[in-house]
């Protein structure tokens, strides 16, 4: 497992990310349910993904010890926030959910993603693997919680690149994780 450093302060912005956090101020600012915002905001997302004037050339930067979150912009209400994880080859979460609803979009390579459920029998929990999921350059999912627990690796030869749009302060909160859970699963 790799963890990421603390999120570093919001970078420079490029035109074409301007437009983005535009979009999805619109989004947001309509105050839907959490999962109808994380769709709209998705659609909004899939336009930019692979425009190569969407980040600038040190947002592309990663980490040789673990995935490499680049703060691109924090809302000042807290309402969203847009980061870029930049994923060598190998790279990894722990099995986690979050604090808030979240879309993610590759924007370079393909991210490998495995989901979970948890499962309890009254006394204890576990987690099975639900599903496993390759998102390649272009795609975009997005979910809220409960019930978005999972683990994002980069399974590929090259760097990956994806955006992150959370509906929380992550410049504030240091992280989009909520929760981290016990590795061992049943993966039936």
């Known amino acids: 497992m790799t963890t990421p450093a603390a999120v570093p302060v919001v970078t420079a912005t490029t035109p074409r990310l301007g437009r983005l956090v535009e979009e999805v101020r619109g989004v947001v600012d309509r105050g839907l349910p959490h999962d109808l915002t994380a769709y709209l905001v998705g ?3 899939a336009p930019h993904l692979g425009a190569p004037d969407l980040l600038t050339p040190d947002q592309y930067e990663g980490d040789p010890d673990h995935y490499r979150q680049h703060l691109l912009h924090a809302e ?6 847009i980061v870029a994880l930049v994923w060598l080859p190998g790279q990894r979460t722990a099995i986690h959910d979050h604090v808030a609803w979240c879309v993610t979009g590759v924007h370079q390579g393909e991210e ?8 309890s029998d009254g006394t204890t929990a576990r987690l099975v693997a639900t599903q496993d999921v ?3 350059q272009g795609e975009v999912c997005g979910f809220a919680p409960p019930g978005d627990i999972h683990r994002v690796w980069n399974g590929g030869d ?6 992150h749009i959370y509906g929380a302060d992550i410049s504030r909160l240091g992280t989009s994780v909520r929760r981290v859970y016990d590795q061992r699963t049943d993966e039936s």
């Open 76 to 81: 000042r209400d807290g309402g969203f926030s």
């Open 158 to 163: 090259g760097i990956a690149v994806s955006l």
């Open 134 to 136: 390759v998102n390649r």
């Open 112 to 119: 490998h993603e495995r989901r979970f459920r948890l499962v």
């Open 43 to 45: 659609e909004r997302l």
